[in-house]
């Protein structure tokens, strides 16, 4: 059974991934030239669309140029800001061009409900705001930084047409691309950082390490001496074919040290004694 996550809020979803950029009209055009991503809708965000604009908690004026695409089940958000204050401005200054933000959907809670707990766990919304016909749209960012290594956001859109006054890049609704390579989804968005062990547990992940990431932690811990063994019901066959060439693999990118390969656990003789002794104990 998979253990049960502490946490008071249940991500279900990640819709979207968000990149600042330096010129918003110049990025989307290499997107769609260079990997056919588009069309774009593009608009205006900030306090003329959200008359409740907050940055870090205090009403503020802001404009900003943002950019939409889907791809597959991710959406692609990148916002150029223009004027004022924003969480978008704070990152040019600090970081320069990239990956913002990414949002989530969390299972049974509502905008305010999340800034409430998200809050009451040190993290109060660093960007906020309503928006839309009677401002039932709504919206919230939280600095996760320091444990998650990201901003994440939260907001009641989950995709479709936007209530802002949009154009299209490109303009022309039967222009074909230009590009060789044409990209239709986006499946994994991947971050870079120190301890993989403490964040994952602080995300609630399952951390996977393959041969090659776990030799080369141990070599770096001094060890020399390796014993390898097939897991699960592997065939004599099974193991020549593919376990065999990666341990040779192994082998040649660790020249300093030993590798032995077991049997695989289905042939190998203790596997057959521990599944007797695991019989004759549930048995007993």
């Known amino acids: ?13 990640i819709p979207q991934v968000c990149l600042v950029v330096e010129n918003l009209q110049k990025t989307i055009e290499d997107y769609w030239n260079i990997l056919g991503i588009g069309p774009w809708t593009v608009f205006d965000f900030g306090s003329a669309q959200i008359p409740d604009f907050k940055h870090n908690g205090r009403p503020t004026w802001s ?14 958000e990148l916002f150029e800001p223009t004027g004022g204050c924003s ?44 928006y839309g016909p009677d401002l039932k749209g709504q919206f919230s960012y939280f600095d996760m930084r320091k444990p998650l290594h990201a901003i994440w956001e939260t907001s009641l859109r989950t995709g479709g047409e936007l209530p802002f006054k949009v154009t299209r890049y490109p303009e022309d609704p039967k222009a074909v691309s230009p590009a060789k390579v044409k990209v239709s989804s986006i499946k994994q968005v991947g971050v870079v950082v120190k301890d993989v062990y403490e964040t994952a547990h602080e995300m609630g992940m399952k951390v996977h390490m393959d041969g090659a990431r776990v030799m080369n932690a141990a070599v770096a811990q001094g060890v020399r001496s390796f014993h390898l063994l097939p897991l699960f019901m592997a065939s004599a066959g099974h193991v020549d074919k593919d376990i065999r060439p990666l341990v040779e693999e192994l082998a040649q990118r660790f020249p300093e040290t030993t590798i032995e390969l077991l049997d695989a656990v289905g042939e190998n003789p203790l596997f057959h004694g521990l599944i007797q002794n695991i019989a004759n104990h549930t048995l007993s």
């Not at 059974?1 to 979803?13: D, G, L, N, R």
């Open 1 to 13: 059974m998979a253990p049960e996550s502490p946490s008071k809020i249940k991500v279900t979803q």
């Open 63 to 76: 404009t900003n140029k943002g950019a939409l695409v889907q791809l597959g089940p991710i959406e692609l």
């Open 87 to 130: 969480s978008y401005q704070d990152w040019l200054e600090e970081h320069g061009e990239g990956l913002h933000h990414m949002k989530f959907l969390a299972e049974g809670m509502d905008v305010d409900t999340l800034e409430k707990v998200m809050a009451g766990q040190g993290f109060p919304s660093i960007q906020s705001g309503h």
